[in-house]
Nanobody, 124 residues
Framework: QVQLVESGGGLVSPGGSLRLSCAVS????????MGWFRQAPGKEREFVAT????????SYAHFVKGRFTISRDNAKNKVFLQMNDLQPEDTAIYYC?????????????????WGQGTQVTVSS
């Protein structure tokens, strides 16, 4: 059974930083791409970032604008999202996801397994 558990969310002031983590079990983590998505109230779930199985290739949503960095530790079965210069519009539930895609994947339909999400709130 594949399980993904996100952590690291919370309340932060505008301009602040958070580092999200996602621990994966029951899956050959090192063989497949990972993705981060987010969903704000009343909005569709949207792509944030993705990283290939090797970690050598990444892709980001346009709104990231160099503020976020995705990384992975295949020895620990974890993927991370470092988020800097957070703004109120970044407020959302953030989800990690995996599937059977090896290279980067921006379409949520390419992912088969999702975590429960972690809340990120940016407010003064």
């Amino acid at each position: 059974q594949v399980q993904l558990v996100e952590s690291g969310g919370g309340l932060v002031s505008p301009g602040g930083s958070l580092r999200l983590s996602c621990a994966v079990s029951g899956h050959t983590f090192s063989a497949y791409a990972m993705g981060w998505f987010r969903q704000a109230p009343g909005k569709e779930r949207e792509f944030v970032a993705t990283i290939s199985w090797s970690g050598l290739s990444t892709s980001y949503a346009h709104f990231v604008k160099g503020r976020f960095t995705i990384s992975r530790d295949n020895a620990k079965n974890k993927v991370f999202l470092q988020m800097n210069d957070l703004q109120p519009e970044d407020t959302a539930i953030y989800y990690c996801a995996t599937g059977l895609v090896r290279n980067t994947a921006v379409d949520k339909d390419e992912y088969d397994h999702w975590g429960q999400g972690t809340q990120v709130t940016v407010s003064s």
